[in-house]
Structure formats: structure tokens, C-alpha cells
């Protein structure tokens, strides 16, 4: 039992989102006064900020009432919500989904990962994973016993696009990568990938027969009309290849229901059923029917929601911007900032804590994105507006107390 | 990705229950004619017949209002449902269990499972499963690369017990054993280790220095006041080289709502709180508040329930123990029943589909259990009772008409 020993303890979740409270806090240096205001946990979006889409509870409901059918469905969930999202996910995404054998539900898009990941890699294959991406990206190669091959992404640098070092893609493929996993918008940054970056990665995956999972988690939550360009939409590579992620969890606040959803190869779908049924059977049966109001939203809601997002991106990223030292990318999509501060004189994590026991503001360090981001954090700005903008100001003070 | 292509193509769940749609039925031969009557799906619980835990879906809807701290609890769980359910569960058990360390919530027990298996067991692991036990058991110990040792338990054995072949076991944890993973109620079977077969199992477990599982899925389903001895209650092992398993979705009919508890053993719960992290976050939050009517059911609702599963085991027992060439055992808790058949002129799955197709009845082949019991087939009889009453004396007319 040594090597699993071993093996957990490098799966760390003492850093992870909303895992703050386990942490050892006793030898934090807490420099100047406490900074008093109403406390933001950055690590998530909040719900009561933002809640579920109206009629979510009312749903859930009615599927409660439905019984035997909707408690106990197929593994992949129940056919006519698959039928449905089907319908709705082809359009949203420019391509066709066959509701049979081509989508599957899942407890959350992280559920969709975990089995995506674990459809496609197996001891010693390896992943190209962009740094930075989702951290839960670089658990899953360690715990599948994979191995990561890290592909830079220049998200400062002054070029349309994410900036994706696309030359070291390409040599990660040509080098044996068998799978390529990314999301996009990008978690952390927030950058959107442009339409020729989605090209090169879908003529890439195609020349080399690379199977690539695109995370598009945030694809609904796009500022100011930023193009963005859905890879399975382009028709470029292998359908068979690419799996599509997506879910309600974040813009639309279905989180407490946990639901998620992976479409495209229906290989890898096989597959991902299978695992379904020894790692939790099913999508909660009665959670389940809550997808009915996803891409179904009251006639403007979804505006509003990206509007009101877009307006705190903004306040944040002005107030860090005009911070000495900071750097900062202003993201065309999704809840998530990932700053740059200038160089300070403790440990990321022990600022970090101190951040979150000296001004009630915790947010999640950098490094869990790739071990070099270790004077960057990341925020997900879905939350109370003032409060937010006020906890950005005690962080940037913060910094201040902390600097070289 | 051709390992990950064969790993998966012995990963089946055509046959696994709930999932016989995906059949191929194409060149099953019929006999006789149609056996008309209400369908019935043996293959687990009818939720309309044994409706979930009143109040539920008041509580439900009580998370709901909650907002943010019940949709993002820890990923262990809620602290204070952890708390309760610690309370009521050590109580239960027999033993302590303290809510900070010592429990985690799961998506269903499945979830629990799963979770402990990957926190426990690695590439050659060896791992002890009895045969018959529930079929995921099999099928874990496998994607996790692990070596299966199977221990044989002659559940038809005149004497007292379940029949475990303590023998076996013990050579098995000589050989080098790591993990004994066991359901008590033993599914498919029904039948209830005794106080003597738990009191070896603690002893052996603690010579050898071998980690438990104990699924004691089923063990608030006890018939006649059956004697039920919980391994951790007895305290006479390691109890960090214990993990007990429990969860609300069988008897309490709350599958829908996917919840499951382990507790036990603190470090192996904290590797499991690390991979509840990339596999699905959490339990469902809203899910999570509906644990607060487990083990608190309105008084005589349990009792009643458990009488009227008693009923029906007793009707169908007494069919299946007069029907020719038939083998049953009674069993002593849970809601399964795994009778043996006389010799029957087609494959075991042939059969089965044709009982599906002609009969409306649909149960779980045996082999799921064991290559072995290739003339054995589970039935789950929490069901309407008549129905399932009718629907048995169909399945005996068919065994009949494929006798050899």
C-alpha cells in the first residue's frame, strides 16, 4: 500500500477551491491591521450572488414525482433529456449529436472529466496539457499514471488569441502525446481561443491522430461578441477523436444539482459508460430532469447574467491594472481573472492565507494551474458585485503590506 | 490507447442491471407463447412500489433555499451533516467516529466504493472478493489493474453463517492479500455473516495486517431480528485498516437523490476526499440536506418497511423452493434473491433476454457474480408484491419450458 501512499500525497486538495479551511495556519506572518469588509470566497462563484435558473427547483420536482423512471435511469441518463440536449448542444455547437450513442450525463463536468480521462489514458500515455489550464487537469494525468507534457501558453503576450505555443503543440504530438485536453475559455485566464488556433489544433489532431477533450464549460459566457470558435463545429478533424464537455454548473449556478455532460465520440462515450456504472451509476436520476431548463432560459436571462459579469470583470480589472506591480489579462470569457503580482516577500501560500485570515478574502494560488505560476493567483469574479470590488482592494493593499 | 480499448472491452454492463436495453435480442429463441402480466425489473428496487423516506423532498427543497453553503460544501461533505450522520451512524455501528476525519460523503454508494477501492488498491494490488458478492466489486479490482483472489462461500451450506470458507480466506491474506472487500448482507445472496464468520474475519484481517471493506449497504434490512454483527462494533481491529459503507438509496428508496456515507479508517477517507476531488467534487449538495431524514424516519416506517419486504420474500421464496429442480436459500436480510436453476438447454443470457422479451420479466444473470453461476440469476424483490409474486410464477413457466 506504500505506492499509493505515495501517490496521494501528491494529489494535494489542501490548496483546491472551497478546501481552504483544512489548511495549517499557525505560522502565517499577519503584517499590519486586520482589514475589516464583508468576506469573498473567490475560490468559486457564488450562488446567492447569482442563483440557478429560475424554475430549476420546480423541475427537479416534477422529476422527483416521475418515480421509478427518473430515479433509476440508463447509466448514460435517461434517454428522452439525452434526446433534448442533443437537439440543443448540436445547435449551440454547429455539429450534429447522435442522442443514442454520441452523448452521455454525468455528476458535474468534473464527472465528465474523471471519465473522459479515464476512458482515453492509462499508465504511461501521454497528455499535452496547456500551462496554465484547470488544475484538475494535471491531477488526472498523475492519478491515471500518465504522463504530462506541458505546452506553454502566452496569455500576456500581445498576439490575437490565447497564445498557445501551437510549435510546441505540434512537436508534443509528433513526440506521441495520444491525447490533447484543454479548455477553452481558458481556466485560469479567461483567454478564448482564436478561430485559427482552433484550426491548427483540429489539422494537428488530424495529421497526427491525436484524440482531443475540449472542456467548454464557460463556451456560454463570451463578452462583447468575442468570436468563438467551437472545434467539433469546424469539421476538421475525426469526429470519432474529440470528445466535447460542457455543463450547467457555472453561468447558469446549477453546481448543487451536479450535472455535466460529454458529446461527440461515441467510442469514447462506450467507454465512459462503463466507468459510469462502477464510479457512481448515474447523474442523480432526479437532478437529472433539471436539464430541461438549460438552454431553455427565460427570454433574456442569459444577457443579463453575461452582462452583469462583464460589468464586475471590469471594475476588477481596472482596480488591479492601476495596482502598482500587477499584470493582468482582461478575459473575453468565463468568471475566472488570474493576475500577476509583483514580487512579494513570503510564500504564495502563506500569502494566500494570510490574505484569507487577515481580510477574509480567499483565493486559489497559482501554482495549482503549473508549478511556475507561483506569483499569480486566480479569482472567480461570479459574485456580489460591491463586495467583490471591495475585496479586490484589500487584496491589492495586501500585496502592498507584502512586497520585496 | 489499444490497453485502454481491451480494459474497457471486459468492463461489460449489457448485463448489468438496468442496462438490458442495450441488448442485442436479434436470434434469441421464443418458446411457447407470450407469457402476458405486469412487467417486472428484478433488476433493482421499484421506487413507485417503496416510495422514498417522507419529508425527503421537503428537506431537498430546504438544501435549496440554503444557496451557496449547500450547493459547495467541502468535498467530504457538509461539516454538520457529517456531524449528524457520525452521531447516528456510531451509534448504529457500535463504534465512534469523529466528523471531522473519520467520514466522508459520497454520490451514492457506489461513489463510496469506488472511492475506496481507488484509495486503497493499485497496479497488482491483491484483493480478496468473496463469490458470489455484488458484481462491481469484480469489476473495480479490475480497472483499478489489481489481481482478484476470489474466496468461495457455500451460501447453500447446512450450517450456520454464511459459509465464507474462513480457510480460503486466511490463505488468501497469507498469500499476500492487501484488501478484503465483502457485503454484508451478502449481495446477491441475502444471506448474514454470523458473529463468529465477522469475529474471524476482524482476527484474520488483524494478523495478517490486511485493509477491510465492509458494504453494510443493506444491514438496516434485517429479517426475523436475524443477529447482525458490524465488524467495526466489535473493536477488534485496526480501526484505520477499516472502512464501513453505507448508504440511504436501497431500503429508504432514496437512489434518486445518489447519496452514500463511508467512515472508518481517517486516512484512508483522507485519500478518498483527494479523489472525490477529480472524480466528481462533492455529493450533490442540494442531495447532501436529504441525509437529515436518514435514520430519523418517522417512528414504525422502517419496521413496517422491512415487514412488508419479509412478505414478499416469503411469497416467492415458497414459489421458487416448490418450482422442480430449483435450488433457493432464504435469505436473512436485503432485498435480493439468488435462486439456482435446474439445467436449462440455452445460455444463461439467452435465457434471460428471452425471459425479458416473452415474459416482461428482467433479472441479473449470475455470472455477474462469478463466472460460476452460469445457472444462477439475482432477483431484486423490492417490487409491487403481486406483481413480483406473478411475474416469479412466469419466470418458473419458462425455466420449465427450456429444461434440458
Not at 345 to 367: E, I, N, Y
Amino acid at each position: 500500500m506504500n505506492n499509493i501512499s505515495e501517490k496521494f500525497a501528491k494529489l494535494g486538495v489542501g490548496s483546491a477551491p472551497g478546501q481552504e479551511a483544512l489548511q495549517q495556519t499557525g505560522s502565517v506572518e499577519l503584517r499590519g491591521a486586520r482589514l475589516e469588509g464583508v468576506p469573498v470566497d473567490f475560490s468559486h462563484g457564488d450562488v446567492n450572488a447569482f442563483p440557478p435558473i429560475p424554475g430549476s427547483l420546480e423541475t427537479f420536482t416534477d422529476g422527483f414525482h416521475c418515480g421509478a423512471d427518473q430515479a433509476y435511469t440508463p447509466y448514460r441518463g435517461k434517454r428522452s433529456i439525452r434526446a433534448g440536449l442533443a437537439r440543443k448542444l448540436a445547435e449551440f455547437t454547429g455539429a450534429p449529436i447522435d442522442p443514442e450513442r454520441e452523448i452521455i450525463l454525468t455528476p458535474g463536468t468534473q464527472g465528465a472529466l474523471f471519465l473522459a480521462m479515464g476512458a482515453n489514458i492509462g499508465s504511461g500515455d501521454k497528455v499535452a496539457i496547456v500551462e496554465p489550464d484547470y488544475f484538475a487537469n494535471r491531477k488526472l494525468v498523475e492519478f491515471f499514471d500518465a504522463e504530462l507534457v506541458p505546452v506553454q501558453m502566452d496569455y500576456f503576450g500581445a498576439g490575437k488569441g490565447s497564445g498557445l505555443d501551437l510549435t510546441a503543440l505540434e512537436d508534443s504530438f509528433r513526440n506521441g502525446v495520444s491525447l490533447f485536453l484543454f479548455s477553452n475559455p481558458n481556466n485560469p485566464t479567461g483567454v478564448v481561443y482564436s478561430r485559427f488556433e482552433i484550426t491548427a489544433i483540429a489539422n494537428l489532431a488530424e495529421k497526427y491522430g491525436v484524440n482531443v477533450i475540449a472542456d467548454e464549460l464557460y463556451a456560454r459566457q463570451i463578452f462583447e461578441d468575442h468570436a468563438y470558435t467551437h472545434l467539433r463545429g469546424l469539421g476538421l478533424m475525426d469526429p470519432d477523436k474529440l470528445l466535447t464537455i460542457i455543463g450547467p454548473s457555472k453561468t447558469e449556478s446549477l453546481s448543487g444539482f451536479r450535472l455535466g455532460v460529454a458529446f461527440g465520440s461515441a467510442a469514447m462515450i462506450e467507454r465512459m459508460e462503463k466507468l459510469q456504472a462502477i464510479v457512481s451509476l448515474r447523474a442523480a436520476g432526479y437532478s437529472q430532469a433539471v436539464f430541461a431548463n438549460w438552454f431553455s432560459e427565460p427570454g433574456g436571462w442569459m444577457a443579463e447574467r453575461v452582462a452583469m459579469h462583464q460589468a464586475i470583470r471590469d471594475d476588477i480589472y481596472n482596480v488591479l491594472r492601476a495596482a502598482e506591480g500587477f499584470r493582468v489579462r482582461l478575459p473575453e470569457g468565463g468568471s475566472y481573472l488570474f493576475p500577476k503580482m509583483p514580487e512579494i516577500a513570503v510564500s504564495l501560500h502563506d500569502f494566500c492565507k494570510a490574505l484569507r485570515l487577515h481580510a477574509g478574502v480567499t483565493v486559489t494560488p497559482g501554482t495549482e494551474f503549473g508549478p511556475q505560476f507561483s506569483g499569480s493567483f486566480r479569482i472567480n469574479f461570479s459574485q456580489q458585485h460591491q463586495a467583490a470590488v471591495a475585496a479586490i482592494l484589500r487584496t491589492v493593499e495586501m500585496v502592498r503590506r507584502y512586497r520585496v
